[in-house]
């Protein structure tokens, strides 16, 4: 071990967490480390090569007017005291970048990105450049990585000005020529800033579909009595017991629908659209994320079926309430909530077949609860019960009530 550089970086660190490049040296604490503390093996009476190099390193510190100390009657040295006067050297010693210089770099990287008209990124850009100009790091393991910054930046600026369905190893292949890169490095980090940044009510395993990139190409799945028409072709909808699934080019094509049961229904997940068997309803699986061609496609049917009742049936938490909400707002579809009722909610409670809210179920129900005050009385049960229960649950309860008591 290079106990010179070792000794230096230890110091560097404390002077660091001490915030001391916003001080003057005069009014910073001592910073030391204990020798004995920080190498036990600079004690050990049968490692002489130890206490040998530690001691070379500690009297060559010294002489450069980096360190400060004083050996003992023993002839070891206990407390080693940085000299905070010459800190500049000791960084060029260790080749290390001060805070000051890391953030000026830092600051050159967001300056890069301003006037972009992303509003998203504008919001950004301005929390992180107060941090910086506070000498603080940037959240979300970014820290004061002027290269992990620009990377980030430049992947948020392309998801944001993403228009139609993406998908994730194509955008990794543009953006960095490796179709595996932004899954492995990124992903998790991209997530947590766009659902932290994102007004809309959007969980976050689905923030990169909100902004139109998927894993996977997406389908949106409908099935009942109805019949949609292409330029060239004309489907009955009926005739498919499971129905039919169309992406979202197959939707951009479709010229007409026609509905002819009594309602129209969207669900959130792909089991319920599967359980589903009511013979007046016409059941939509919205594939993930409503993105546009899916709300377009939904104008369509609702302008062309305006006779059908239009209903959702979703997650019944904050979050399926949300959803419901932002579906009608991006639609104009009066859409009515299916099953997603206090009643409902106590026969799942009763039955046992629930999840506990979290911490953000909870805070986001309270910041919403303006918006959702149409569903006060089932989230007023949610918040006394402490709970929550996803749409797959109706078929639990049917299999568990005739046994009356929960299965593990």
């Known amino acids: 071990m290079d106990y010179t550089k070792d000794i230096l970086n230890r110091l560097i660190d404390i002077y660091e967490r001490r915030e001391g490049y916003k001080k003057e040296p005069s009014s910073l604490r001592v910073i030391q480390i204990d020798i004995k503390k920080t190498y036990p093996a600079y004690v050990d009476r049968y490692n002489h090569n130890v206490y040998k190099e530690i001691n070379v390193a500690i009297e060559k510190l010294i002489n450069e007017n980096l360190v400060n100390s004083n050996i003992d009657v023993s002839g070891k040295y206990e407390k080693v005291k940085l000299n905070v006067e010459n800190i500049s050297v000791c960084y060029k010693k ?54 992990r910054l620009m990377n980030i930046l430049k992947i948020l600026e392309a998801i944001l000005r993403l228009s139609n369905e993406s998908y994730i190893r194509n955008f990794s292949t543009a953006i960095f020529q490796d179709s595996k890169r932004f899954q492995r490095e990124f992903k998790s980090g991209i997530e947590s800033i766009l659902f932290d940044y994102t007004n809309e009510a959007v969980e976050r395993d689905k923030i990169l579909e909100y902004y139109n990139l998927y894993e996977n190409p997406t389908y949106t799945y409908i099935k009942g009595d109805a019949v949609i028409k292409f330029e060239d072709s004309v489907i009955y909808v009926k005739e498919l017991p499971d129905g039919i699934a169309l992406s979202n080019v197959s939707l951009e094509a479709i010229r007409e629908v026609k509905v002819f049961a009594k309602s129209v229904i969207t669900v959130e997940n792909l ?52 959803i419901l909400e932002n579906l009608k707002e991006k639609t104009g579809i009066p859409f009515k909530p299916l099953n997603m009722d206090v009643d409902t909610l106590k026969r799942f409670f009763e039955a046992n077949i629930y999840k506990e809210l979290t911490f953000s179920d909870i805070n986001m129900i309270e910041k919403n609860k303006e918006k959702l005050r149409d569903y006060k009385e089932v989230l007023e049960f949610m918040l006394l019960h402490n ?16 046994v009356g008591r929960r299965i593990f």
């Open 94 to 147: 260790v080749k290390r970048v001060t805070i000051i210089e890391q953030c000026k770099k830092m600051e050159a990287v967001l300056n890069l990105f301003k006037d972009k008209n992303l509003p998203v990124l504008d919001n950004i850009l301005s929390d992180w450049r107060k941090l910086i100009s506070e000498y603080k790091k940037i959240p979300y393991d970014i820290k004061y990585d002027a290269i």
């Open 271 to 322: 089991t319920t659209y599967h359980d589903e068997d009511e013979r007046e309803a016409v059941y939509i699986y919205l594939g993930g994320y409503h993105n546009k061609s899916k709300q377009v496609i939904l104008k369509k049917i609702y302008d062309e079926n305006k006779n059908c009742e239009f209903m959702h049936e979703g997650d019944i938490d904050v979050y399926g309430f949300l």
């Open 387 to 402: 709970c929550k229960v996803e749409q797959e649950s109706i078929k639990a309860v049917e299999i568990l009530e005739p």
